[in-house]
């Protein structure tokens, strides 16, 4: 079936380590986007990519970086400088502009 | 700020009657809506949407209501299951301030609790 994968589902990471979440889709979308949702909190958007090779910050990019080097895939690499980064991570993708955006399972990233 | 915003965080129903789940929007110039369900500990599942062209849209056992006049929009569940208890959010899919790209905005959502 197609979809989006997220891996891994739980994720731990040590102070000052960097972690890498995964996200692969292989519905041949163009656009992929990154968000962090809090408990009790909507989903706030850290990067998005329209087309491979380029991406934008969204609304809480600091202390993450991504990259779009494949259509299919776009990993979130949540870095040392971001303090507060416990978290469920969602990855969506997207095919046109007035489509919805579908959503993988999550990572739920916590700190040791 | 441009902003969706729900008027209820939580919502319990009996098992056969029907839920209304309402949204506000903001952002006057929002092209397109969309509904989404949240089970606990995955992740946000497309329900329906709809354009700003329209005012109501009828899935199954679903009906999203838009009202463009007072930028209200209400998600209609009929004879409401247990297995429909979840979060629901609303999202307006907006262009961003700069008017290149258009960017989704969540509402917080609301809990919806379905009693047997």
């Known amino acids: 079936d197609g979809g989006i994968t997220q891996s891994p589902k739980y994720l731990f990471r040590k102070e000052g380590q960097n972690v890498t979440l995964s996200c692969e889709q292989n519905?041949?979308?163009?656009?992929m986007y990154w968000y962090r949702q809090d408990p009790g909190q909507g989903l706030r958007l850290i990067y998005y990519?329209?087309?491979?090779?380029?991406?934008q910050k969204g609304d809480i990019a600091e202390g993450y970086s991504v990259s779009r080097e494949k259509k299919e895939s776009f990993p979130l690499t949540v870095t040392s400088a971001q303090k507060n980064p416990t978290a469920f991570y969602l990855c969506?993708?997207?095919?046109?502009?007035?489509?919805?955006?579908?959503f993988g399972d999550g990572t739920r990233l916590s700190i040791l | 700020g441009e902003s969706v915003g729900l008027h209820l965080p939580t919502l319990s129903v009996q098992e056969g009657d029907n839920s209304i789940i309402n949204c506000a929007y903001s952002?006057?110039?929002?092209?397109?809506f969309i509904w989404y369900k949240q089970e606990s500990g995955k992740g946000p599942q497309f329900i329906i949407d709809?354009?700003?062209?329209?005012d109501k849209r009828q899935g199954q056992r679903v009906t999203v209501l838009l009202n463009k006049t007072v930028k209200h929009l209400s998600l209609q569940i009929a004879a409401t299951q247990p297995g429909d208890s979840a979060v629901y959010f609303c999202?307006?899919?907006?262009?961003?301030?700069?008017?290149?790209?258009?960017?989704?905005?969540f509402g917080k959502g609301t809990l919806l609790t379905v009693n047997p």
């Open positions: 952002n006057s110039a929002s092209d397109y």
């Open positions: 709809i354009r700003s062209n329209m």
């Open positions: 999202a307006d899919l907006g262009l961003d301030s700069g008017g290149s790209n258009y960017k989704l905005t």
């Open positions: 990519s329209q087309i491979v090779n380029d991406f």
């Open positions: 519905l041949n979308h163009d656009a």
């Open positions: 969506a993708s997207r095919d046109r502009s007035l489509q919805p955006q579908h």
